[in-house]
């Protein structure tokens, strides 16, 4: 665990493994840990790098507004400080939009790009998901009603009626988030403001799009939106929703380690 200077934030990371470098860039809510299960099996094969976008976890958090240009940028520097040339990189969510962006600005470092319940753009009703949480969050001032009201967004009705104590520790995870409210808001704002649709045919790496049949948030429009990136393969978990890794969790691990088996260089 380190941390490194990147312009005016410090950017908090874990690393584990050797090989090909992987790059794990989290989502709207939470932090690197979000990526705990993964990055420990992945760190089997590969040189894996999660760390905390700044405005969450132990990076810089200040209220100030921040595209998900910005976030590309701060996580190439990153990646410069680590010397890492050239990787796969694999978001969620928020994550997702990041990384697109990193591979319209500097294609020759992204290897391949996996986008995980992610979207170029969000449709409407994506769109007002996302405000309706983060206006819980702005009305109460409350992470514990923020988490209340939108852990059902999350996961699938089947899950979530099927997996009660399961929603109980995410909803326990989001209510007990520390960050600074404002950063939240303003990332919930850029994800809104995220719009790459007209550029992806400019996405030339492999790419790998991961969705949840029944996510609300980045849902099966935004999902086909996302495959106009020529070539890209597109797998389904048909019957979750935003969270599909924590639903189906060795599906996704056995499609991410087929995926990066097939994909990294010699």
Same mark, same amino acid.
């Given at each position: 665990?380190?941390?490194?200077?990147?312009?005016?934030?410090?950017?908090?990371?874990?690393?584990?493994?050797?090989?090909?470098?992987?790059?794990?860039?989290?989502? !709207? $809510?939470?932090?690197?840990?979000?990526?705990?299960?993964?990055?420990?099996?992945?760190?089997?094969?590969? %040189?894996?790098?999660?760390?905390?976008?700044?405005?969450?976890?132990?990076?810089?958090?200040?209220?100030?507004?921040?595209?998900?240009?910005?976030?590309?940028?701060?996580?190439?520097?990153?990646?410069?400080?680590?010397?890492?040339?050239? $990787?796969?990189?694999?978001?969620?969510?928020?994550?997702?939009?990041?990384?697109?962006?990193?591979?319209?600005?500097?294609?020759?470092?992204?290897?391949?790009?996996?986008?995980?319940?992610?979207?170029? %753009?969000?449709?409407? /009703?994506?769109? %007002?998901?996302?405000?309706?949480? %983060?206006?819980? !969050?702005?009305?109460?001032?409350?992470?514990?009603?923020?988490?209340?009201?939108?852990?059902?967004?999350?996961?699938?009705?089947?899950?979530?009626?099927?997996?009660?104590?399961?929603?109980?520790?995410?909803?326990?995870?989001?209510?007990?988030?520390?960050? !600074?409210?404002?950063?939240? /808001?303003?990332?919930?704002?850029?994800?809104?403001?995220?719009?790459?649709?007209?550029?992806?045919?400019?996405?030339?790496?492999?790419?790998?799009?991961?969705?949840?049949?029944?996510?609300?948030?980045?849902?099966?429009?935004?999902?086909?939106?996302?495959?106009?990136?020529?070539?890209?393969?597109?797998?389904?978990?048909?019957?979750?929703?935003?969270?599909?890794?924590?639903?189906?969790?060795?599906?996704?691990?056995?499609?991410?380690?087929?995926? !990066?088996?097939?994909?990294?260089?010699?």
């Amino acid at each position: 665990m380190a941390s490194v200077r990147v312009g005016d934030n410090e950017l908090f990371y874990v690393e584990q493994g050797s090989g090909f470098p992987v790059v794990l860039i989290h989502g !709207l $809510a939470g932090d690197h840990t979000a990526w705990t299960p993964q990055l420990q099996r992945l760190a089997i094969r590969h %040189r894996v790098i999660a760390f905390d976008n700044r405005g969450a976890g132990r990076s810089t958090q200040r209220d100030e507004p921040v595209t998900t240009e910005e976030l590309a940028r701060d996580t190439l520097d990153l990646m410069d400080q680590l010397e890492v040339e050239r $990787a796969h990189v694999i978001g969620r969510s928020m994550g997702g939009a990041i990384a697109q962006h990193m591979v319209l600005l500097e294609p020759e470092r992204v290897e391949t790009l996996v986008l995980c319940a992610s979207f170029a %753009r969000l449709d409407p /009703v994506g769109a %007002r998901v996302l405000m309706n949480m %983060r206006e819980v !969050l702005e009305w109460t001032g409350s992470w514990e009603d923020h988490a209340r009201h939108s852990v059902q967004n999350f996961v699938s009705t089947g899950f979530f009626n099927e997996h009660q104590e399961q929603v109980a520790q995410i909803e326990q995870l989001i209510g007990g988030e520390t960050r !600074l409210q404002a950063c939240y /808001v303003q990332q919930n704002h850029a994800c809104l403001e995220h719009d790459t649709l007209d550029r992806l045919g400019e996405v030339g790496c492999p790419t790998l799009i991961l969705a949840g049949g029944r996510d609300p948030i980045c849902s099966p429009t935004a999902t086909q939106w996302l495959g106009r990136i020529r070539g890209s393969e597109t797998i389904l978990f048909e019957g979750s929703s935003h969270f599909f890794l924590l639903e189906e969790p060795e599906r996704f691990m056995q499609t991410i380690e087929e995926w !990066l088996e097939r994909r990294t260089p010699a």
